[in-house]
């Protein structure tokens, strides 16, 4: 089993920034992709930004410019720098782990965190 523990979640004004971390623990030995998703009230859960253990990133156009997707492997954890953020950036923002090759049964499974609160207002 892998645990992805998020953090970094708050209230933030218009304008602001924030980061998030989600580290990711248990019995693996690697992880392909980690990510992050988030999901508004009434909305559909939506691809933020994605980076594999080589570095390539993928974000989604809202987010381009303003959000920096980064990875310690060494530390098995994620990052997304928020920053210029905006009401519409409010969401509940997931972790995401793909492809992470399990150390005893060498079979890879995708993983979610729990989720950490973002809420962009005045």
């Known amino acids: 089993q892998v645990q992805l523990v998020e953090s970094g979640g708050g209230l933030v004004q218009p304008g602001g920034s924030l980061r998030l971390s989600c580290r990711a623990s248990?019995?693996?030995?690697?992880?392909?992709?980690m990510g992050w998703y988030r999901q508004a009230p009434g909305k559909q859960r939506e691809l933020v930004a994605t980076?594999?253990?080589?570095?390539?990133?993928n974000y989604a156009d809202s987010v381009k410019g303003r959000f920096t997707i980064s990875r310690d492997n060494a530390k098995n954890t994620v990052y997304l720098q928020m920053n210029s953020l905006k009401p519409e950036d409010t969401a509940v923002y997931y972790c995401?782990?793909?492809?992470?090759?399990?150390?005893?049964?060498?079979?890879?499974?995708?993983?979610w965190g729990q989720g950490t609160q973002v809420t962009v207002s005045s």
């Open positions: 995401n782990a793909q492809r992470v090759l399990d150390r005893l049964s060498a079979r890879e499974y995708d993983y």
């Open positions: 248990g019995r693996f030995f690697s992880i392909y992709l």
């Open positions: 980076i594999t253990s080589g570095g390539s990133t």
